[in-house]
């Protein structure tokens, strides 16, 4: 039936906006921490690439999730409503987590390079070079 | 429902994400830029002609692919596909040259930390 069709979109849309939102906002307002702990006070670095960050996610998870959102089946019952917007909006949250997680290795990423460089001092020869 | 009034609404639309998109990556890009080249006046122009660059391509691809797959547009299901699945894939066009970006800023930086290369 044409109506169930165009409500199960409209559900699935609502529910990927929300949760795209939702997750970024906790993510790249919890990431600020991370980012200026890896540029190392420099501010307007860690700001913008916090922002590009956020920038990056929200296009990456808007546009897989319009672009999932057609369906083949026919819906002619509730049940069949039921089913087609669990599959549709588990697998947009399967990979919001993956996507989360991937912007997470990212960060610790950073982490792990900024520990390093602050571990191991210059080495004399570069220094020799320099000068 | 008419093809052109969804034609119009999908271009205005994807124009509208493009270019909202477009500036605030200009506006968070220019940091890096500046760190990168070291002067400010050369940055802007530099800036300004990537973003000229971003619309141009986005834009023409936006166009190009308007009537890829044979869109039929005759009832509302087809009508809510069509905007949906055509947005979704700009949008992850955007996402895939951002990334790349991204990616390129991290190389240049390095080339920059490691052995003193200017661009």
Known sequence: MA??????????????????????????????????????GREE??????????????????????????TDREVYTT?????????????????????????LYLFFRGMKHRKRTNEIPPLPTAQINQS | MNALVVYIFYIILS??????VGNSLHKYGRPWIIYLIGEENLSDKVNDMLL???????????????????PTLENMQSVIEFLSIKLGM???LLAYLHYQNILMLYIFSKLKHKYKWQL
Do not use: C, P
């Open chain 2, 52 to 70: 000229l660059g971003y619309r141009l391509v986005n834009i023409g691809y936006i166009l190009f692919t308007l009537m890829n797959g044979k």
């Open chain 1, 79 to 103: 049940r069949e409503v039921f089913e087609i917007l669990s599959l549709k909006t588990g697998g947009f949250t399967i990979f919001l987590g993956i996507l989360l997680f991937f912007n």
């Open chain 2, 90 to 92: 700009i949008i992850t």
């Open chain 2, 15 to 20: 124009l509208w994400i493009t270019i909202r």
């Open chain 1, 3 to 40: 109506t169930l069709i165009i409500g199960v979109y409209t559900i699935y849309l609502a529910f990927i906006t929300a949760a795209t939102i939702y997750v970024a906002h906790t993510l790249f307002s919890r990431s600020k921490t991370f980012m200026h702990t890896i540029f190392n």
């Open chain 1, 45 to 70: 670095l860690a700001d913008a690439t916090n922002k590009l960050f956020e920038t990056g996610f929200f296009l990456f998870a808007f546009g897989l999730g319009l672009w999932y959102l057609q």
